[in-house]
């Protein structure tokens, strides 16, 4: 689904990725670790298409970036940590904003289905103003997810969410990921990205120094794994 | 296995295109008919400065007449900046920016939605402060003929500010660049307005007006024809 | 690092012998003009320095196209190049108009087509610089550079059109047929000499100028990268 080649991004002479390799299939749930400014956020947003790489090639549900950008974006569903929603229209609203600014079909039962599957019914009505982060964070999900992308980009969902709230997304999130889809989400949070994710990878200084499935883990633990490929 | 044939509806790239623009545009308005903050800065702002005008230029009534045109010009360039700088930091600020530039559509349907949104509401504005200063100043404003220069000038302002905004809300000195970059380029539509304007209020000689029309609309064409071939150099990264 | 190249150091050198030959013959050679008097031969300076300045109007609007077009760094650099020079010789043909209006016309300022477009272009250009000054991203800079300069490269002759259209009292010099317009003159044969070679002269210094900023720019470019390698 995903294949990164030797990609390169530079900022005026400031390298941030450097020569990264990277292979998702299909269906597979990666949780991208890192420390601060190795690179992560760069590198999710050039999945988006929101930003172009330097060098390098860049390949999303088939189709090369940046010069297929507009078909990779009708598969992927992005959810960064700030909510991308607009505070003075309804929870609905903003959902039928995003599905006609993509050109859904059925368009009403969609909005239906997704504010469903994020909890969000009773409150369709109401100004996203007046959301508490973990319900944004929960609606930005579903905006994402409107379109039935087959890639999910997640960039730190948890962020400033408690633990009720964050407990609410890892629901959603599963139920998302369930439905086989691709994801790839950068995280801070081990625990969550151990029991959420299925593969574990480590960006470091623009380049994954180190790969593991929880089933390669199973003996030892996330964190261990972490902490030794950063060592090197 | 793409999810997407049945997701997306079946339409032309032209009726997706009007499609995105229609609901970039509707979502401005909706969110800021909800909380017209903008509005209402834009418009007490322009009645702010036609009064100041009033007390600035002590003027009899004939005097009054002549500078009518380019007291309401003026008053309609500063407020528009008000409301073009508004527009861009709301997605700026937000980051929902990304989430327009995510949408599988033309760059440039997001261009022309904000276009057709901050049109709105300098016309809106300016549809106010028409009556208001005909009422004040005891010049008849309301006439058919002036509204169509108010368009044409309106959307030569809004067309090139729209998108010097996009870039001045990226700039650190965001809020005072916008007035500086636009305003120079924005000059000759200034000048076609206010003759074109002063023109029709004095007499309404065909030979007076329709020069400075024409410049009009010579203007927004190239305009917009340049801001969308330029748009997406100055959203992208 | 490249010293200077020999052709640029000739051309140097001819660029002021060339704007010596031109004062020679604007002050000494050139006859004086029966209405204006010895205050008239700031002409011939006035118009060389709006000539270099229009000059390099026109290779900003250009560069900035071929900036968007091509994504070279190296168009950027002719870009800033050409609005500087630009900058300083409409600032310079302001001066000296005015220096020529004042007696002649009995005012420092007409708020005739050109010297108005001149002044309207100037704040254009202040515009480019404070926009490039508040960009961090050196490729945004570029890309904000030369998205303006196309802007003010059409807005500007526009402008231009608009204020002929509104009034006129600049002199119009060949062919002198509108002489209702105040300090008109009508050039001699050895005037014409005069202010020919001014414009050749003032050709060759705008190359020169262009050409050694541009230089400039290049080695202040590979200035920034050199400390960006010593201090990551």
């Not at chain 1, 579903?142 to 948890?158: I, Q, S």
């Not at chain 1, 400033?160 to 139920?175: E, F, I, N, T």
């Not at chain 2, 304007?197 to 064409?221: C, T």
């Not at chain 3, 031109?22 to 011939?44: C, K, N, S």
């Given at each position: 689904m995903i294949q990164v080649r030797k990609l390169v991004k530079r900022f005026g002479?400031?390298?941030?990725?450097?020569?990264?390799?990277?292979?998702?299939?299909?269906?597979e749930f990666v949780a991208l670790l890192g420390p601060n400014g190795a690179g992560k956020t760069t590198?999710?947003?050039?999945?988006?298409?929101?930003?172009?790489?330097?060098?390098?090639?860049?390949?999303?549900?088939?189709?090369?970036?940046?010069?297929?950008?507009?078909?990779?974006?009708?598969?992927?569903?992005?959810v960064s940590h700030t909510p991308l929603l607009y505070g003075d229209l309804t929870a609905q609203e903003n959902l039928r904003f995003y599905g006609r600014l993509y050109g859904l079909s059925d368009l009403t039962k969609r909005i239906d289905?997704?504010?469903?599957?994020?909890?969000?019914?009773?409150?369709?009505?109401?100004?996203v103003r007046t959301f508490s982060r973990g319900m944004?964070?929960?609606?930005?999900?579903?905006?994402?997810?409107?379109?039935?992308?087959?890639?999910?980009?997640?960039?730190?969902?948890?962020?400033?969410?408690?633990?009720?709230?964050?407990?609410?997304?890892?629901?959603?999130?599963?139920?998302?990921?369930?439905?086989g889809r691709t994801v790839v989400m950068t995280s801070h949070d081990l625990a969550r990205a151990e029991t959420l994710a299925t593969r574990y990878d480590v960006l470091s200084r623009g380049v994954i120094v180190a790969s593991t499935t929880r089933q390669q883990l199973r003996n030892s633990n996330l964190l261990a794994f972490y902490k030794r490929s950063l060592a090197d | 296995m793409p999810r997407a044939e049945k997701t997306f509806r079946k339409e032309s790239p032209v009726s997706a295109f009007l499609r995105a623009i229609g609901a970039v545009a509707w979502k401005d308005l909706a969110a800021e008919f909800r909380s017209r903050e903008l509005f209402t800065a834009m418009l007490v702002f322009a009645l702010l400065v036609i009064i100041i005008f009033n007390f600035a230029l002590e003027l009899d009534i004939s005097t009054r007449r002549s500078v009518t045109s380019g007291v309401l010009w003026a008053t309609f360039a500063f407020a528009g900046t008000l409301g073009l700088n508004r527009s861009m930091?709301?997605?700026?600020?937000?980051?929902?920016?990304?989430?327009?530039?995510?949408?599988?559509?033309?760059?440039?349907?997001?261009?022309?939605?904000?276009?057709?949104?901050?049109?709105?509401?300098?016309?809106?504005?300016?549809?106010?402060?028409?009556?208001?200063?005909?009422?004040?100043?005891?010049?008849?404003?309301?006439?058919?003929?002036?509204?169509?220069?108010?368009?044409?000038?309106?959307?030569?302002?809004?067309?090139?500010?729209?998108?010097?905004?996009?870039?001045?809300?990226?700039?650190?000195?965001?809020?005072?660049?916008?007035?500086?970059?636009?305003?120079?380029?924005?000059?000759?539509?200034?000048?076609?307005?206010?003759?074109?304007?002063?023109?029709?209020?004095?007499?309404?000689?065909?030979?007076?007006?329709?020069?400075?029309?024409?410049?009009?609309?010579?203007?927004?064409?190239?305009?917009?024809?340049?801001?969308?071939?330029?748009?997406?150099?100055?959203?992208?990264? | 690092?490249?010293?200077?190249?020999?052709?640029?150091?000739?051309?140097?050198?001819?660029?002021?012998?060339?704007?010596?030959?031109?004062?020679?013959?604007?002050?000494?050679?050139?006859?004086?003009?029966?209405?204006?008097?010895?205050?008239?031969?700031?002409?011939?300076?006035?118009?060389?320095?709006?000539?270099?300045?229009?000059?390099?109007?026109?290779?900003?609007?250009?560069a900035g196209i071929i900036y968007l077009a091509k994504r070279d760094e190296k168009w950027d650099i002719v870009e800033v190049a050409a609005v500087e020079i630009s900058l300083v010789f409409f600032l310079i043909t302001i001066v000296l108009g005015s220096i020529w209006a004042r007696p002649v016309w009995n005012t420092w300022w007409t708020w005739d087509p050109r010297l108005t477009t001149a002044a309207v272009t100037e704040l254009i250009y202040i515009a480019y610089f404070m926009l490039r000054q508040g960009i961090e991203d050196p490729n945004r800079r570029a890309r904000f550079g030369a998205v303006y300069t196309i802007v003010g490269a059409i807005s500007a002759p526009i402008t231009f059109f608009a204020i002929r259209l509104f009034r006129t009292i600049h002199p119009v010099v060949i062919g002198a047929s509108d002489s209702s317009a105040q300090g008109t003159f009508a050039m001699t044969g050895d005037m014409k000499v005069a202010f020919f070679f001014a414009l050749f002269a003032f050709t060759v210094i705008f190359i020169d100028l262009l050409w050694n900023r541009i230089l400039m720019g290049r080695l202040a470019s590979r200035v920034e990268q050199l400390k960006l390698n010593l201090t990551s």
């Open positions: 002479t400031k390298t941030v990725l450097n020569g990264l390799d990277l292979d998702v299939r299909e269906g590198f999710l947003r050039i999945l988006a298409s929101l930003s172009q790489p330097s060098l390098g090639e860049v390949r999303v549900a088939g189709h090369r970036l940046p010069h297929q950008a507009a078909a990779v974006r009708a598969r992927l569903g992005v289905e997704v504010l469903a599957l994020i909890g969000l019914t009773a409150r369709r009505g109401d100004l944004q964070q929960r609606l930005a999900i579903g905006r994402a997810v409107l379109h039935d992308p087959d890639v999910m980009l997640f960039d730190e969902p948890h962020t400033g969410l408690d633990q009720d709230a964050s407990a609410m997304l890892d629901r959603v999130l599963k139920s998302v990921a369930a439905q | 930091s709301i997605e700026k600020d937000q980051g929902s920016l990304d989430g327009l530039l995510l949408a599988p559509v033309d760059r440039s349907a997001i261009y022309f939605g904000k276009v057709i949104s901050n049109l709105a509401f300098m016309l809106i504005v300016e549809a106010i402060v028409l009556p208001v200063y005909s009422f004040l100043y005891g010049v008849n404003l309301l006439q058919p003929g002036l509204m169509l220069i108010l368009l044409l000038g309106s959307i030569g302002y809004i067309v090139v500010g729209t998108l010097l905004a996009a870039m001045a809300v990226q700039s650190r000195t965001r809020d005072v660049m916008l007035p500086i970059l636009l305003f120079p380029v924005v000059i000759p539509v200034l000048i076609a307005a206010v003759k074109a304007s002063e023109g029709f209020l004095s007499g309404g000689e065909a030979a007076a007006i329709v020069p400075w029309l024409n410049l009009l609309i010579v203007y927004d064409v190239i305009f917009t024809s340049l801001a969308f071939m330029v748009f997406d150099y100055v959203v992208e990264e | 690092m490249q010293a200077k190249p020999a052709i640029l150091k000739v051309l140097d050198v001819v660029s002021v012998l060339l704007l010596a030959a031109a004062a020679y013959l604007a002050l000494v050679f050139a006859p004086t003009e029966a209405v204006m008097g010895q205050v008239q031969r700031v002409f011939y300076f006035h118009i060389g320095t709006a000539w270099t300045a229009l000059m390099g109007f026109i290779v900003a609007g250009a």
